[in-house]
C-alpha cells in the first residue's frame, strides 16, 4: 500500500450508497488510511454488503455497517452520531431505470439527500456530495468545465440536478460546510453490468454477439481509483464553501472505439448488434462529455494516473475472475 494520509487517522467519516461500485473502494481506502468509517447500507432482509463484500476481512471487520434508508430523515440522522464528515454516494445512479421509474429516482437522489443536508446542518457536520457528469447533459462547449449550463435529459439527471442545487442551497443559506465532486464515466473492478464497460466485456467474455446502443456518444472515462482519490482529495480541502469540482481525465472516445479497445485486448470479433432496448430517446441521449478538470487539479492537486489502456486490462481481467457474477444476456438498468 501506499504511505498513509495521516489527516485520516482516526478521522470519524460516514459513507452513504458504501456498498456501491465506488463507495466500497472509498470505504476500503479510509479505513486503510486510518478512517474510522460507518458504512451506510439500504436496508434489506438479506444479509447482503453490495460490493463490501469482496473487501479483505481485516478491513471489512473495521467497518461499522449501518443499515437504513436514505428516504428516513431518523435513520439518516442517527447514522451521523459522532461524525466529523458525510460522503454522500448513495443514489439510484441507473438512466434506463429512471425512465420507468422517475418518482423512486426524486425519492431516494433528492428527498434522500435532503435528508443528508438537513442531518449535516443539525449537527454541524462536513458534506461531501456526490454528483454526475450527467448533470451537463449533451456538451454545448468542450471541454466542460464546472461552470457550463446543467441540462436535464433524463429523470435521473434531473434528480441530480435538484440535489446540487439543493447543496447549494444550503451553503448560501445555512453556511452549509460542503464540497461537491463531479465524477465523470468512472469504470473499473466490481463495476455491474448496468455500465457500459463491463456490458461490452461481459458480452465479449461469453458471446459473438455485443448488443449495445448509440456507438458515436463520447465518454471521459475515469478509473476508479482515481475517482476516489478525488474524493479523498477534496476531504482534504481547506476551503468547504459549496466548490463543485470535476473528476475526469480530459480526454474522449466513443463507446464504439472502447468496444474495439475491448475486442482487441480480448482477440475476439464479435459482430456488435445495435439494440432498440439499449438507445435512450432521442433527445434524451448524451452526445458527447469532456471534462475540463484544471479546477481540481490547482485547488485539490488530484490529477487521473491510470490509463484508459491500462485501467481496461484491470477491469477486463477482474471480470474475467467474477464472470459468474454477471448475466451477460440480461439487459443491466
Not at 139 to 150: F, N, S, T
Not at 203 to 226: C, I, P, W
Request: net charge neutral; hydrophobic share 40%; glycine share 8%.
Amino acid at each position: 500500500m501506499e504511505n498513509k494520509i495521516s489527516y485520516f487517522s482516526g478521522k470519524k467519516v460516514l459513507v452513504s450508497g458504501a456498498g456501491g461500485f465506488i463507495g466500497s473502494r472509498l470505504v476500503e481506502k479510509l479505513v486503510l488510511n486510518g478512517a474510522k468509517v460507518k458504512a451506510f447500507l439500504r436496508y434489506s432482509s438479506r444479509p447482503e454488503f453490495g460490493n463490501l463484500a469482496f473487501l479483505q476481512e481485516e478491513v471489512f471487520n473495521e467497518i461499522e455497517i449501518i443499515r437504513g434508508d436514505l428516504e428516513d430523515f431518523a435513520a439518516v440522522r442517527d447514522a451521523m452520531q459522532g461524525v466529523e464528515i458525510v460522503i454522500h454516494l448513495g443514489a439510484l445512479i441507473s438512466i434506463p431505470y429512471s425512465y420507468l421509474h422517475p418518482v423512486e429516482n426524486v425519492r431516494t437522489n433528492v428527498l434522500g439527500t435532503m435528508n443528508v443536508l438537513e442531518a449535516c446542518r443539525e449537527k454541524g457536520t462536513k458534506l461531501i456530495h456526490t454528483s454526475t457528469s450527467e448533470v451537463y447533459g449533451s456538451a454545448l462547449r468542450v471541454p466542460i468545465d464546472e461552470e457550463h449550463p446543467l441540462q436535464a435529459q433524463s429523470p435521473y439527471s434531473a434528480s441530480k440536478i435538484a440535489a446540487d442545487k439543493l447543496v447549494e442551497s444550503y451553503v448560501r443559506s445555512f453556511d452549509l460546510p460542503s464540497i461537491t465532486v463531479r465524477p465523470f464515466n468512472t469504470y473499473g473492478p466490481g463495476q455491474s453490468n448496468r455500465a457500459v464497460i463491463p456490458t461490452i466485456i461481459t458480452q465479449a467474455l461469453s458471446s459473438n454477439q455485443v448488443h449495445l446502443g448509440m456507438l458515436e456518444s463520447k465518454r471521459d472515462f475515469t478509473y476508479l481509483d482515481d475517482t476516489v482519490e478525488g474524493f479523498l482529495k477534496a476531504a482534504m480541502a481547506e476551503k468547504w464553501d459549496g466548490e463543485v469540482y470535476n473528476l475526469g481525465t480530459g480526454s474522449e472516445v466513443s463507446i464504439g472505439e472502447i468496444a474495439q479497445l475491448i475486442f482487441d485486448y480480448l482477440q475476439v470479433k464479435p459482430e456488435i448488434i445495435i439494440d432498440q432496448e439499449r438507445l435512450r430517446p432521442e433527445k434524451s441521449e448524451v452526445l458527447r462529455l469532456l471534462s475540463d478538470n484544471r479546477k481540481a487539479a490547482q485547488e485539490l492537486g488530484w490529477k487521473p494516473k491510470v490509463s484508459l489502456k491500462d485501467g481496461l486490462a484491470l477491469t477486463i481481467e477482474w471480470i474475467r475472475q467474477n464472470l459468474k457474477r454477471y448475466l451477460p444476456k440480461e439487459y443491466g438498468r
